[in-house]
């Protein structure tokens, strides 16, 4: 079956320290692969995605690549600021089935 | 674009009783919409997939007779939690695709129920 892997955190990191939340998955099939973020009290809202192998998804200052070598989809931004401060989803969507497998989550804090 | 709004935000009710989660996609036609639920320092579970005018696949464990999924038109998708009680307290999400295939879903923001 599908999988996704990410650390549950709580991160915590002072503001603008390097930020990389890792996320491994397994997949059968060729996944596209997601990071959502959700604050507090508010739904998923999508971060950035990647659909093929080596692509490099970016957003609001974060990046990730899709390694399909080492299946791993690592979410990074060079400076975080406090308003950074949510849960990051990793997940994964097999094209033509549209579940999306979720990671647990991972809980980020950013104190001034 | 590719707005979803979800109805009501938070709702509280009591034991027995039965409530309603609508899930709108505001500004595009979704060939399909599916519901989660978000458990405390959980991920979320896909309860159910439905598709407008079909009967709503369930995932495993998912009680259909207690979740039912009315996916009236292709902008409306309601989630009827019956016979509400303190354990189905939750996060219930939704999201929608716009077309068949998508490689995207678009997600709500989510609809806290808290059963008394």
């Known amino acids: 079956g599908n999988s996704v892997t990410q650390m549950e955190g709580p991160v915590t990191l002072s503001e603008e320290a390097f930020l990389t939340i890792n996320c491994t998955y397994t997949a059968t099939g060729y996944p596209s692969l997601f990071w959502y973020v959700q604050y507090p009290g508010e739904g998923l809202q999508l971060l950035l995605k990647?659909?093929?192998?080596?692509d490099k998804g970016s957003n609001k200052g974060f990046e990730a690549t899709y390694r399909k070598e080492t299946t791993s989809f690592h979410l990074e931004k060079g400076s975080v600021q406090v308003s950074d401060s949510a849960v990051y989803f990793c997940a994964l969507m097999i094209g033509g089935y549209q579940k999306v497998t979720f990671g647990i989550g991972t809980k980020l804090q950013v104190i001034p | 674009g590719a707005v979803v709004s979800q109805h009501p935000s938070r709702v509280i009710c009591k034991s027995g009783t039965s409530v309603k989660i609508e899930c709108r996609s505001l500004?595009?036609?979704?060939?399909?919409m599916f519901w989660y639920r978000q458990f405390p320092k959980k991920s979320l579970m896909l309860m159910a997939t439905s598709n407008e005018g079909s009967k709503a696949t369930y995932e495993q464990g998912v009680e259909k007779d207690k979740f039912l999924i009315n996916h009236a038109s292709l902008t409306l998708s309601t989630l009827t939690v019956t016979s509400a009680h303190p354990e189905d307290s939750s996060f219930y999400i939704c999201?929608?695709?716009?077309?068949?295939?998508?490689?995207?879903?678009?997600f709500g923001p989510g609809t806290r129920l808290t059963v008394t």
């Open positions: 999201s929608a695709t716009l077309i068949a295939g998508a490689n995207e879903q678009y």
């Open positions: 990647a659909t093929k192998a080596d």
């Open positions: 500004d595009f036609q979704a060939t399909t």
